[in-house]
Nanobody
Framework: QVQLVESGGGLMQAGDSLRLSCAASGRTFSGYFVGWFRQAPGKDREFVATISWSGGITSYSDSLKGRFTISRDIARNTVYLQMNRLKPEDTAVYYC?????????????????WGQGTQVTVSS
């Protein structure tokens, strides 16, 4: 049974940095992309970043590139999202997701496994 468990969310101030973690278990993720999405109240789920489990290929939302960095630790079966220079508009529930693919996938449609989400709130 695949499990993705996010952690690290919290209440932050604008300009702060925060690192989210996604602990993955239940299968081998070779051939998978593990990504981060976020959803603010009243808005659609938005792609943030993704990384291929095997090769470490990354892709980012254009609007977040440069502030957010995704990485993975294969030994710990964990994917991280480092978020710098946080802004109030980064406030959302952040979800970790995994999807089987040989190419970069940015649509939530292609991710079959999801975590429960972790809340990030950024105050001005």
């Amino acid at each position: 049974q695949v499990q993705l468990v996010e952690s690290g969310g919290g209440l932050m101030q604008a300009g702060d940095s925060l690192r989210l973690s996604c602990a993955a278990s239940g299968r081998t993720f070779s051939g998978y992309f593990v990504g981060w999405f976020r959803q603010a109240p009243g808005k659609d789920r938005e792609f943030v970043a993704t990384i291929s489990w095997s090769g470490g290929i990354t892709s980012y939302s254009d609007s977040l590139k440069g502030r957010f960095t995704i990485s993975r630790d294969i030994a710990r079966n964990t994917v991280y999202l480092q978020m710098n220079r946080l802004k109030p508009e980064d406030t959302a529930v952040y979800y970790c997701a995994a999807g089987s693919s040989r190419v970069v996938i940015t649509s939530p449609y292609y991710y079959g496994y999801w975590g429960q989400g972790t809340q990030v709130t950024v105050s001005s």
